[in-house]
C-alpha cells in the first residue's frame, strides 16, 4: 500500500508518529498526479510548489509539535470555484482564465490554519453548472472506475482525484447534488451540510439560496474530519450560522440501534437501473440488521422538486453571473465598438453553451409577464418541499434512498439531451430545496461501477447523518474497494 | 397574468438574451429556442402542485437582518481590487464609451 492509498485519519497518526514526513506524503500524491492525471484530467491546476512548501511548513509544526492537527500536513484539492489568494481560479470557466482572486475563500482559510497542504483547483462543470463534468469550459473528466465513463457533475474532479489516489481528500461544492452524485459515481464518501453550516465567501456563486461546500473523501470518518474543519460562523458571510458546531467524531460511532429510518417511496424513481435500486435495497436491509427499524414514508412533492430547482437555480445564477461583463476581472472580447456590444460579444465568447442555456432560462422566469408563473410558483413550491421534509422528521430520524438512478453513464451519452442530463439530480435535489443535509456513502457495484447510499437528516444534523453512514460503512467493505487506476499501483 | 407556454419564440430568445447582454447568432436562436421549449415544457409540471395557500420561500434561513457595528474595518486595497482589471486607467476601470 502507498502512501496516497490511505486515509486523512490512518495518515494523521503516521505523521504524528513521524513515521512518514508531510513533505513524502505529499510527494508520493504528487507522483500519482503525473502518473494518471493525463487519463482522469481531473486537475485544472496542480500547485506543486505551494504544495511542498506548505508540506515543509506542516512537518516543522509536527516535528516542533506545535498546533497538529487533524489535517496538518495532509494533502487536499480544492474544486475551482474556491478562490485562493494569488492562484488562478477559473469555476472550470474560459470567462475567469488567467484570473487569479485577491482573497482566499474563509474555506480555504481554515484548512491553511489546519496546516493542509493544497495540491491544486479541480476540473468541474463550468459555474458548477452540470452533472458530468462535460460541461467544463476546458476538457471533461474521466472517471477512474472506466475512462469511457463520466465522473458526474459537477465535483466531478474533485471526486475523481479522490477516487484514483490523485488527493487524500477534496472540497467540492452542492447545489442540486454536485457532491454527492459525483462521490456516489466514483465510489467515495461526500457530504452536502445544511446551508448556513459552512460559509461561502468566496466560493464563487452560481446559486446563492442554494449552495453549499462540503467534503469529498475515502471514508465517513474523513468526511467527519474534514467537516470539523471548515463548518461554523464566519462574519463574512452574513447567511452562516451561528449555532455552534458539535463534535462529529464523537457519535460517530453510536450506531443505529434503535433509530427510526424512513424511505421515501418516490425515491425509486422511474428510470432507475435495476442493480442500483438492488443495491439500495440492500443496504437499507443491512441498517434494519444493524439494529434500526425501517419504514416508508411519502414525501409527496419529490416530482415537483426538479421542476423547481430548474427555475430557482438558474434565476439565482442569471443574476449572479451578470458580473462577468468583461471589465472588472477576467476575459474581455476584442474588437467592440461601445460598451454594452463588449458585454455582449465577452459574454458569447466567454460563457459555454450551458452556462448560458441556464442564464437565458433564468433571465426568462424572472422577465415581466412570466415571474408569477415561473419563479413565484417555484419558491412556493420550495416551501412545500420543506414542509414534507419536516413532516417526515416527525416520524423518522433520517431518510435513506439512491444519490443516483444510475451508475456512471458514457462521456458524450447525454450531452445532447438537456433535460435527460438534468434528471441525474432528481434525488439530491430536493435535499438542497428543502435546506436540510445528506451524505454519499459507497453501497456496493453494479456492473463495476459504484452505487452510492444516500442518507438525508434534518438541517444542522450533520452528526445524524455521518452517524448513520458511519454505522453502514462499518458493517460493509464497500468504501475499501478501489478504482482500478488506484489500484493498480498498489 | 399570462399562462406560461412552451411555445417559446425566436424574438422571445432573442430579446432574453439581449436582456442578458448575451450575444447570440441566428443558428444559435433556434438551438436554444427549441432547447429552452423543451425544458419549459418539463417545469411545466410546476403547475401540478397546488400552491394557492402556499408562502414563497426566498430564502431557506428564518429571515432576519444581520448587522454589523458601523464602523471602518479594514478592505480590499484598490490595487489588488484592479489587478484583475483588463484595462484600467489610475485606480479606475476603464470602459469603452458608453454612448457612440
Known sequence: ?490 | MPEPTSELSSREVEHVARLARLGITPDEVLKYRDQLRNILHHIEALNRADTSKVPATAHPLEERNVMREDRREPCLPADAALRNAPSREDSYFKVKAIQE
Open chain 1, 1 to 490: 500500500m502507498k502512501l496516497f492509498h490511505r486515509t486523512i485519519r490512518d495518515l494523521h497518526q503516521m505523521l504524528r508518529d513521524r513515521e512518514i514526513s508531510s513533505v513524502e506524503l505529499t510527494q508520493s500524491v504528487l507522483d500519482q498526479i503525473q502518473a494518471v492525471g493525463d487519463r482522469t484530467k481531473a486537475y485544472l491546476l496542480v500547485t506543486k510548489e505551494l504544495a511542498l512548501r506548505q508540506a515543509h511548513a506542516a512537518d516543522e509544526r509536527l516535528r516542533s509539535k506545535r498546533d497538529v492537527r487533524p489535517l496538518t500536513g495532509i494533502p487536499i484539492a480544492l474544486k475551482d470555484v474556491l478562490c485562493v489568494k494569488e492562484v488562478a481560479s477559473t469555476a472550470g470557466s474560459k470567462i475567469l482564465k488567467g484570473f487569479t482572486p485577491p482573497y482566499s475563500a474563509t474555506v480555504v482559510e481554515r484548512l491553511e490554519a489546519e496546516g493542509a497542504v493544497f495540491l491544486g483547483k479541480t476540473n468541474c462543470d463550468e459555474f458548477a453548472m452540470g452533472s458530468s463534468n462535460e460541461n467544463s469550459g476546458y476538457w471533461p473528466v474521466h472517471n477512474p472506475w472506466g475512462l469511457d465513463r463520466v465522473p458526474g457533475g459537477s465535483s466531478g474532479g474533485s471526486a475523481a482525484a479522490v477516487a484514483s489516489g490523485e488527493a487524500i481528500a477534496a472540497l467540492g461544492s452542492d447545489t442540486g447534488g454536485s457532491i454527492r452524485q459525483p462521490a456516489a459515481l466514483t465510489g467515495i464518501v461526500g457530504l452536502k451540510p445544511t446551508y448556513g453550516r459552512v460559509s461561502r465567501y468566496g466560493l464563487i456563486a452560481f446559486a446563492s439560496s442554494l449552495d453549499q461546500i462540503g467534503p469529498m473523501t475515502r471514508d465517513v470518518v474523513d468526511s467527519a474530519l474534514l467537516l470539523q474543519a471548515i463548518a461554523g460562523h464566519d462574519p463574512r458571510d452574513s447567511t452562516s450560522s451561528p449555532k455552534p458546531v458539535p463534535d462529529y467524531l464523537a457519535t460517530l460511532g453510536d450506531g443505529v440501534k434503535g433509530m427510526r429510518l424512513g424511505v421515501p417511496k418516490e425515491y425509486f424513481v422511474a428510470g432507475m437501473e435495476p442493480a442500483v435500486e438492488q443495491s439500495i435495497r440492500d443496504a437499507i436491509r443491512l441498517l434494519e440488521q444493524q439494529g434500526a427499524s425501517i419504514e416508508e414514508v411519502s414525501l409527496p412533492h419529490s416530482d415537483v422538486a426538479l421542476p423547481a430547482y430548474y427555475i430557482i437555480a438558474p434565476a439565482e445564477a442569471s443574476s449572479n453571473l451578470a458580473r462577468y461583463d468583461g471589465v472588472r476581472y477576467g476575459y474581455q472580447a476584442e474588437g467592440a465598438r461601445n460598451l454594452i456590444e463588449e458585454y455582449m460579444l465577452t459574454r458569447q465568447q466567454g460563457f459555454g453553451a450551458e452556462v448560458k442555456r441556464r442564464i437565458m432560462l433564468g433571465t426568462y422566469a424572472l422577465s415581466s409577464g412570466y415571474y408569477d408563473a415561473y419563479y413565484l410558483q417555484a419558491q412556493k413550491v420550495r416551501t412545500l418541499i420543506i414542509d414534507d421534509f419536516k413532516r417526515a422528521f416527525t416520524k423518522v430520524d433520517a431518510l435513506l434512498g439512491a444519490t443516483s438512478p444510475t451508475v456512471a453513464f458514457p462521456l458524450g451519452a447525454k450531452t445532447q439531451d438537456p433535460v435527460a442530463m438534468y434528471l441525474n439530480d432528481i434525488i439530491t435535489i430536493p435535499a438542497n430545496l428543502g435546506n436540510v443535509c445528506a451524505i454519499s456513502v459507497p453501497c456496493g457495484l453494479a456492473d463495476g461501477l459504484p452505487v452510492g447510499l444516500q442518507v438525508i437528516a434534518p438541517g444542522f444534523r450533520e452528526d445524524l447523518a455521518l452517524r448513520i453512514a458511519f454505522a453502514f460503512e462499518a458493517a460493509t467493505e464497500f468504501h475499501k474497494a478501489q478504482s482500478p487506476l488506484m489500484g493498480a499501483a498498489a
